[in-house]
């Protein structure tokens, strides 16, 4: 069994980390890389940045992030937000980061997803699939930080992702992002089984079993963690400590 990953998700706006609830009320949490280095030696598997605003000058600020993080950690780490044509993928790529998400740019041009993984590898191209629930076992994709509706059924949306090139889905339930109410488990699961790539379940953690309940009922491949951590509320030493005492395989 592959082990069980927990990622810490920095939200950037204005090259500072900043949490808010259901992607509003935004307040500064500190400094990106002093925080990805932080969590680096506590025992994170990754780092994921999203520039949360993803203007063309948040972009060039989350290039120069992307560089000094390389130099401050050694583990794998990811960048999202603004990310919209392959030169962007290759901008953020080429100064050290492992992996790019994107997001409203695959729903606006699929073709990307194609594109990027062609170029780069599917392992450097995340999805990130923002959702609400619309009805009994159905969510719709939500775009522009949750402001925009798609129309798109986000489980045959993450399907696509997938035959298109994608190596990860990034899943974010915006009925429970920074709410600390727990992970939606039925999406999680539903998109975790309609694909053979990882998901990465995020929004809503508030407690070590909503971890738990993540990687097993939700079937997700990794838990992305932020208000948790950045409050202290739980390390990640205790995340993992707790997973392992409950069965599931993580790398201490």
Known sequence: MLAKRIIPCLDMKGGR?????NFVGLS???DPVERAAFYAKEGADEITFLDITASNEDRDIMVDIAAKTAEAIQIPFAVGGG???VEDFRKVLSKGADKCSINTAAV???QLIKDASETFGSQAVIVAIDVIKVGDNKWEVV???????????AVEWAKECEKL???EILLTSMDKDGTKDGYDLEVTRAIAEAVNIPVIASGG??????IYLAVTEGKA???LVASMVHYGIHSIKEIKEYLKSRGVEVRL
Do not use: N, S
């Open 28 to 30: 500064d949490v500190g």
């Open 221 to 223: 491949d990794a838990a």
């Open 165 to 167: 090139g994608a190596g």
């Open 205 to 210: 953690a508030g407690t070590l079993e909503d």
């Open 108 to 110: 606006k041009t699929p």
């Open 143 to 153: 775009v522009k930080g949750g402001t925009e509706k798609t129309g798109l059924d």
């Open 83 to 85: 990310i919209r044509t």
């Open 17 to 21: 980390v900043v949490k808010g609830i």
